[in-house]
Nanobody, 124 residues
Framework: QVQLVEVGGGLVQAGDSLSLSCAPSMRTFMGRRTLGWFRQVPGKEREFVAAINWYSGRTYFADSVEGRCTISRDNAKTTAYLQINSLKREDTAVYYC????????????????WGQGTQVTVSS
């Protein structure tokens, strides 16, 4: 059922750094070209955060996090990572890892493999 698993959520302090990891099932991930991170606040639309091309390593970032965000994968291409520095209260959300067949897209509707999400709460 769960095709990707996110690890690293919790309560963090404003100004601190957030580190999340995503471990896709290689069987279900097979053939997917893009891995993305999204976040969502209850009652709001799911929001793009960052994405990486799984094979080339090319990265993409939302304006809201560009300059303070890193997305990466390990050398074996088994795990993806997301880091956001200088956290703000508005970074509070449920963070999701997702994958899609095609190239980069910031549209959550184009992704067809999803994790269960992990809650990140930024306190002041």
């Amino acid at each position: 059922q769960v095709q990707l698993v996110e690890v690293g959520g919790g309560l963090v302090q404003a100004g601190d750094s957030l580190s999340l990891s995503c471990a896709p099932s290689m069987r279900t991930f097979m053939g997917r070209r893009t891995l993305g991170w999204f976040r969502q606040v209850p009652g709001k639309e799911r929001e793009f955060v960052a994405a990486i091309n799984w094979y080339s390593g090319r990265t993409y970032f939302a304006d809201s996090v560009e300059g303070r965000c890193t997305i990466s994968r390990d050398n074996a291409k088994t795990t993806a990572y997301l880091q956001i520095n200088s956290l703000k209260r508005e970074d509070t959300a449920v963070y999701y890892c997702a994958a899609r067949l095609g190239d980069y897209s910031a549209n959550w509707a184009f992704y067809d493999y999803w994790g269960q999400g992990t809650q990140v709460t930024v306190s002041s």
